[in-house]
């Protein structure tokens, strides 16, 4: 009756510390602040049974390329406009989970302090990636500096411009490296993860900035086949809780916005 017991007791054990180390996820994201909420929720989801390993990347790329490989479980770095373009690109099919927060894109300059002064011929940095050329663009437009073929074009690049009555000259590069330029262009449309990374506060020295109501929304991502499992679930509503709304509101003054 003993070694029943103890045997009993060894099981029950032995359950109770699979079931405290959960299943693993590993997920994707960019350094801030992408990687920063995750890190918040690390503890709460270990209560829930989630081992969750966050894999930091600073390109755009990767992310994606090794989540459709099954290499990762998930992603936490882009916008709707930036998936679509990627998957049509490169033939995957990642879909959205949730959308979390939003970045305001913005305009930076060491060289001016206002878009009035800029000169013409003044030259201009912005992402190389459709979508996020396209948001810059867009945000130029609705500033006064150029006007678009198809103001709504999320996809638009210099090719694109109707008028560009300043001469503008744009520069186009991968987002990731937009910010090492900062001081040697007249004007830098910088992403704002890229942009707190290199210590800018969007809120104070953007010259130009996406308001609040930005379509620009950034998503955890998954494949079709994973999206709807326990884990990813269960991530998805870490990310959308009240502790992660207050902390994106407390730590990010304005520069990140909740979007839930």
Not at 79 to 95: A, H, I, Q, R
Not at 103 to 117: T, W
Request: glycine share 6%; charged share 25%.
């Amino acid at each position: 009756m003993k070694k029943v017991l103890l045997f009993t007791a060894l099981a029950a054990a032995l359950t109770a510390g699979l079931a405290q180390a959960g299943e693993k996820l590993v997920v994707a994201a960019t350094p801030i602040p992408h990687a920063e909420i995750l890190e918040l929720i690390k503890p709460t989801l270990a209560k829930e049974g989630v081992d969750l390993e966050i894999k930091v990347f600073t390109d755009y790329v990767q992310p994606n390329v090794q989540v459709d490989q099954k290499r990762l479980d998930a992603n936490y770095f882009q916008t709707l406009p930036y998936l679509n373009s990627f998957n049509e690109g490169k033939g995957t099919n990642l879909v959205t989970v949730i959308g979390v927060h939003v970045e305001p894109f913005g305009g930076y300059s060491k060289k001016v302090k206002s878009l009035a002064e800029l000169k013409d011929g003044a030259t201009i940095a912005i992402p190389n990636e459709g979508s996020n050329s396209g948001r810059a663009l867009i945000l130029l437009q609705k500033a006064g500096l150029i006007e678009l073929k198809d103001p709504k074009n999320a996809l638009a690049t210099p090719k694109d411009i109707a008028k560009n009555p300043h001469n503008f000259k744009f520069k186009e590069l991968e987002s990731a490296m937009l910010p090492r330029v900062l001081d040697q262009v007249d004007l830098d449309m910088i992403n704002t993860n890229y942009a707190l990374e290199a210590g800018l506060n969007p809120a104070k020295d953007a010259l130009v900035i996406e308001g609040a109501d930005s379509p620009y929304v950034n998503f955890l991502v998954a494949r079709p086949d994973n999206k709807d499992s326990a884990a990813i679930q269960k991530l998805a509503k870490a990310l959308t809780s009240p502790e992660v709304k207050a902390f994106i509101e407390k730590k990010y003054s304005g520069a990140v916005l909740p979007a839930f």
